[in-house]
């Protein structure tokens, strides 16, 4: 089991930035990929960016790449997210995600709204 739990959401005007974290905690270590999904209103869940578990390999959605930069810090098990020139189409609930072989966890999310 992992318990994921995100925060830094919040209301910012469009341009601004934000950083989400994700703060995972396990009994037993793994060595999972971390992501971050997104969904907003009305939409499915969408792929935001995905770091493994060494940070060796980083990935991004189209949507996002050049604009949000994944990081972690493996000794405070915690995945960040540093969202720049947030526009309001980004405007969703943000994910955190842990996955390992079948094994896929989720956090709870953390809003971010961006204002035009």
């Known amino acids: 089991q992992v318990q994921l739990v995100e925060s830094g959401g919040g209301l910012v005007?469009?341009?601004a930035s934000l950083r989400l974290s994700c703060a995972a905690s396990t009994r037993t270590y793994r060595p999972y990929t971390m992501g971050w999904f997104r969904q907003a209103?009305?939409?499915e869940?969408?792929?935001?960016g995905c770091i493994n578990s060494r940070g060796s390999?980083?990935?991004?959605?189209?949507?996002?790449k050049g604009r949000f930069t994944i990081s972690k810090d493996n000794a405070r098990n915690t995945v960040y997210l540093q969202m720049n020139s947030l526009?309001?189409?980004?405007?969703?609930v943000y994910f955190c995600n842990a996955e390992w072989g079948r094994s896929a966890y989720?956090?709870?999310?953390?809003?971010?709204?961006?204002?035009s």
């Open 13 to 15: 005007q469009a341009g």
């Open 41 to 43: 209103p009305g939409k």
């Open 45 to 48: 869940r969408e792929f935001v």
């Open 57 to 64: 390999t980083i990935n991004y959605s189209d949507s996002v």
């Open 87 to 92: 526009k309001p189409e980004d405007t969703a």
């Open 106 to 115: 989720w956090g709870r999310g953390t809003q971010v709204t961006v204002s």
